[in-house]
């Protein structure tokens, strides 16, 4: 009895490690495994994100897939699991930007309405860029204070203070709307 189709067959096979055999799972499994990532995130961006990821973590640990299912089974299972991540992250950011970012712009609209998203983006464009920049990698995708530092080259100390002046610059914003 054979082992199924794209499951590594012995020391003698390459497996995954083979560039050639990935491009193969790539070019078989890459249209379902999309086709299950819009099904579950109903939108194309996140969908074609979860799968890239899916794919370059194989590619930089190809000993992720150890031949227990099938590779089909292995990418329905990994992108599944992805979707189910991203999920989570846009309800997780949703709240953390909420919470800390945009709690006194949407006291008026209900969050996650179209008011609320155009208020949001209306207030990131008139923010000055470096703390609009900081304001979207803390409060909207979730990174942390030592990832923000990282990312942009500067001081943990000097992403905190750029968070404090985002809580001042919001609060003037506000004050200057109530003068009006």
Same mark, same amino acid.
């Given at each position: 009895m054979s082992d199924p189709p794209g499951r590594p067959q012995g020391p003698d096979r390459p497996g995954l490690a083979d560039a050639d055999a990935f491009d193969r799972a790539y070019r078989k499994y890459a249209p379902s495994a999309l086709r299950r990532a819009r099904h579950l995130l109903g939108n194309d961006q996140d969908a074609y994100e979860v799968v890239h990821d899916v794919f370059v973590r194989l590619l930089e640990r190809p000993d992720r897939y150890r031949g227990e299912a099938a590779l089909s089974t292995f990418f329905y299972s990994s992108v599944t699991h992805g979707c189910l991540n991203r999920l989570r992250n846009r309800t997780t950011r949703w709240s953390l930007l909420r919470e800390r970012f945009v709690s006194g712009l949407l006291r008026h609209s209900s969050p996650g309405t179209q008011e609320a998203l155009v208020l949001l983006r209306t207030t990131l464009e008139r923010m000055p860029e470096p703390l609009a920049e900081v304001a979207i990698y803390y409060?909207? $995708?979730?990174?942390?204070? $030592?990832?923000i530092s990282t990312l942009l080259g500067c001081s943990r100390r000097q992403v905190g203070h750029h968070l404090n002046r985002i809580a001042r610059w919001i609060d003037k914003q506000e004050l200057a709307a109530c003068r009006i």
């Open positions: 409060h909207l $995708d979730g990174l942390t204070q $030592d990832e």
